[in-house]
């Protein structure tokens, strides 16, 4: 069985903080991929950035990077200098192919406010 | 633009009214799922595609019926909506591996 978990319901900072929210996840499979989105409050979901389960390096895109404990099947998405515009709803979401089905595993989400 | 559209952006239905929920992409992707967002719950996967009839139960298929004519169309049905079923229906689609997802914006549903 997958599982995410994302313990922080609620998350704020100030413009120009760096921000970590957390995520856990449980799956059986060897080969994996972490993934992180944003929810605008439009409900579009943005894709920030991936993290697979064989790379040992944390994976940075932009203001995004991830810090990927593995062996504790933990991970942590780092937003440098945080913005206003990036308030929102922050998913951790697990893909753990098995039998071929490539489906995402969601936490429940963290709700993030930046204050200017 | 590769996108994934769903229609309507919103819907208000009488419990026991059929509901279809339509959902397109222009990616050619193979795989297309169909997730419900609830308050507290993230997304929760209803059905996944892999092809043209070729469809599977997601974590929660009670209620709902899927249908994928097309490789770009893939269709949600509720039959008898119930008022249980109010929720955010996201569809999304992959290519094979599943490292890119592309989602749709979200079909609010209200069943009164």
């Known amino acids: 069985a997958q599982r995410v978990t994302q313990v922080q319901p609620t998350g704020s900072s100030q413009w120009g903080e760096e921000v970590t929210l957390d995520c856990s996840y449980e799956t059986s499979e060897y080969f994996y991929r972490i993934f992180w989105y944003r929810q605008l409050f439009s409900g579009e979901m943005v894709f920030l950035i991936y993290?697979?389960?064989?790379?040992?390096q944390n994976q940075r895109s932009g203001r995004y990077s991830v810090v990927f404990q593995k062996s504790f099947k933990s991970i942590s998405l780092v937003i440098s200098a945080s913005q206003p515009e990036d308030s929102g709803t922050y998913f951790c979401a697990l893909s753990a192919p098995t039998g071929g089905n490539n489906k995402l595993t969601f936490g429940q989400g963290t709700v993030l406010s930046v204050i200017p | 633009d590769m996108k994934v559209t769903q229609m309507p952006r919103y819907l208000i239905k009488r419990m026991g009214e059929n509901v279809l929920l339509e959902c397109g992409q222009d990616?050619?992707?193979?795989?297309m799922y169909w997730y419900r967002q609830d308050p507290g719950l993230g997304l929760q996967l209803i059905y996944i595609s892999y092809d043209v009839d070729s469809n599977s139960e997601g974590d929660i298929p009670k209620g709902y019926r899927v249908s994928r004519k097309k490789r770009e169309h893939f269709s949600l049905i509720l039959d008898s909506a119930k008022t249980n079923q109010t929720s955010v229906y996201f569809c999304?689609?992959?290519f094979g591996g599943g490292s890119d997802y592309t989602f749709g914006s979200g079909t609010r549903l209200l069943v009164i």
């Open positions: 990616m050619s992707h193979e795989t």
């Open positions: 993290q697979p389960s064989f790379d040992t």
């Open positions: 999304a689609s992959s």
